[in-house]
Nanobody, 130 residues
Protein backbone atom coordinates (compact mmCIF):
# COMPACT_ATOMS: atom_id res chain seq x y z
CA UNK A 1 0.00 0.00 0.00
CA UNK A 2 2.69 2.44 -1.03
CA UNK A 3 1.35 5.93 -1.61
CA UNK A 4 3.11 9.00 -2.99
CA UNK A 5 1.54 12.43 -2.49
CA UNK A 6 2.91 15.58 -4.12
CA UNK A 7 2.37 19.12 -2.86
CA UNK A 8 3.76 22.61 -3.33
CA UNK A 9 2.51 23.50 -6.79
CA UNK A 10 0.82 26.76 -7.63
CA UNK A 11 0.71 29.84 -9.82
CA UNK A 12 4.02 31.69 -10.03
CA UNK A 13 5.38 34.48 -12.21
CA UNK A 14 8.27 33.77 -14.52
CA UNK A 15 11.54 34.01 -12.65
CA UNK A 16 10.00 32.88 -9.38
CA UNK A 17 10.64 29.78 -7.34
CA UNK A 18 8.75 26.82 -5.92
CA UNK A 19 9.62 23.81 -3.83
CA UNK A 20 7.66 20.68 -4.57
CA UNK A 21 7.40 17.93 -1.98
CA UNK A 22 6.60 14.25 -2.28
CA UNK A 23 5.69 12.20 0.77
CA UNK A 24 5.92 8.42 0.84
CA UNK A 25 3.59 6.46 3.08
CA UNK A 26 3.41 2.75 3.72
CA UNK A 27 7.14 2.05 3.40
CA UNK A 28 10.46 3.61 4.26
CA UNK A 29 11.78 5.90 1.54
CA UNK A 30 15.32 4.59 1.93
CA UNK A 31 14.48 1.54 -0.20
CA UNK A 32 13.35 3.59 -3.22
CA UNK A 33 14.99 5.38 -6.06
CA UNK A 34 12.92 8.48 -6.75
CA UNK A 35 12.18 10.64 -9.75
CA UNK A 36 10.20 13.66 -10.86
CA UNK A 37 8.34 13.83 -14.16
CA UNK A 38 6.08 16.45 -15.70
CA UNK A 39 3.33 16.50 -18.29
CA UNK A 40 1.91 19.52 -20.07
CA UNK A 41 -1.53 19.41 -21.76
CA UNK A 42 -1.34 17.57 -25.06
CA UNK A 43 2.24 16.46 -24.48
CA UNK A 44 3.89 13.29 -23.31
CA UNK A 45 5.22 12.74 -19.83
CA UNK A 46 8.81 13.94 -19.61
CA UNK A 47 11.64 13.15 -17.24
CA UNK A 48 12.71 16.00 -14.97
CA UNK A 49 15.06 14.69 -12.28
CA UNK A 50 15.97 11.57 -10.33
CA UNK A 51 17.90 10.68 -7.20
CA UNK A 52 19.47 7.45 -6.01
CA UNK A 53 18.10 5.65 -2.97
CA UNK A 54 21.09 6.78 -0.91
CA UNK A 55 20.88 10.34 -2.19
CA UNK A 56 24.45 10.20 -3.43
CA UNK A 57 23.65 10.63 -7.12
CA UNK A 58 21.29 13.00 -8.91
CA UNK A 59 20.24 13.24 -12.54
CA UNK A 60 18.56 16.04 -14.49
CA UNK A 61 16.97 16.68 -17.84
CA UNK A 62 18.92 19.18 -19.93
CA UNK A 63 15.96 21.55 -19.92
CA UNK A 64 16.05 21.98 -16.14
CA UNK A 65 19.71 21.48 -15.26
CA UNK A 66 21.03 24.41 -13.27
CA UNK A 67 17.54 25.56 -12.26
CA UNK A 68 16.04 22.49 -10.56
CA UNK A 69 17.47 20.62 -7.58
CA UNK A 70 16.26 17.24 -6.37
CA UNK A 71 16.93 16.12 -2.82
CA UNK A 72 15.63 13.62 -0.30
CA UNK A 73 15.30 13.14 3.43
CA UNK A 74 14.88 9.44 4.07
CA UNK A 75 14.31 9.97 7.79
CA UNK A 76 11.22 12.03 6.94
CA UNK A 77 10.17 9.88 3.96
CA UNK A 78 10.27 12.99 1.77
CA UNK A 79 11.71 13.90 -1.60
CA UNK A 80 11.88 17.48 -2.84
CA UNK A 81 12.23 19.39 -6.06
CA UNK A 82 13.48 22.95 -5.67
CA UNK A 83 12.61 24.95 -8.77
CA UNK A 84 14.28 28.30 -9.42
CA UNK A 85 14.10 30.74 -12.34
CA UNK A 86 10.78 29.36 -13.51
CA UNK A 87 9.89 29.72 -17.17
CA UNK A 88 6.45 29.57 -18.83
CA UNK A 89 7.49 26.32 -20.51
CA UNK A 90 7.81 24.75 -17.05
CA UNK A 91 4.01 24.83 -16.76
CA UNK A 92 2.85 21.25 -16.27
CA UNK A 93 1.54 18.72 -13.81
CA UNK A 94 4.50 17.42 -11.84
CA UNK A 95 4.56 13.83 -10.65
CA UNK A 96 6.85 12.04 -8.27
CA UNK A 97 7.63 8.40 -8.84
CA UNK A 98 9.41 5.64 -6.98
CA UNK A 99 11.03 2.32 -7.77
CA UNK A 100 11.61 -0.24 -5.06
CA UNK A 101 15.19 -1.49 -4.72
CA UNK A 102 16.40 -0.10 -8.04
CA UNK A 103 18.90 -2.19 -9.96
CA UNK A 104 22.13 -0.96 -11.51
CA UNK A 105 20.26 -0.32 -14.75
CA UNK A 106 18.38 2.46 -12.99
CA UNK A 107 21.60 4.31 -12.31
CA UNK A 108 22.99 3.67 -15.78
CA UNK A 109 20.11 5.49 -17.44
CA UNK A 110 16.78 3.77 -16.80
CA UNK A 111 15.81 6.55 -14.38
CA UNK A 112 14.99 8.57 -17.51
CA UNK A 113 12.00 6.39 -18.42
CA UNK A 114 8.67 6.39 -16.64
CA UNK A 115 8.31 2.67 -17.15
CA UNK A 116 11.19 2.11 -14.75
CA UNK A 117 9.10 3.23 -11.77
CA UNK A 118 6.63 1.19 -9.75
CA UNK A 119 4.69 3.90 -7.92
CA UNK A 120 3.33 7.31 -8.89
CA UNK A 121 1.78 10.24 -7.11
CA UNK A 122 -1.37 12.05 -8.19
CA UNK A 123 0.50 15.11 -9.42
CA UNK A 124 0.66 18.77 -8.47
CA UNK A 125 -0.01 21.62 -10.90
CA UNK A 126 2.68 24.20 -11.59
CA UNK A 127 1.59 27.20 -13.65
CA UNK A 128 4.10 29.88 -14.66
CA UNK A 129 2.77 33.19 -15.94
CA UNK A 130 4.67 35.67 -18.10
Amino acid sequence: QVQLVESGGGLVQAGGSLRLSCALSGRTLSSYGMGWFRQAPGKERDFVAAISWSGGSTYYADSVKGRFTISRDNAKNMVYLQIDSLKPEDTAVYYCAGVYRPSRTFYSGSYYFGGSYDYWGQGTQVTVSS
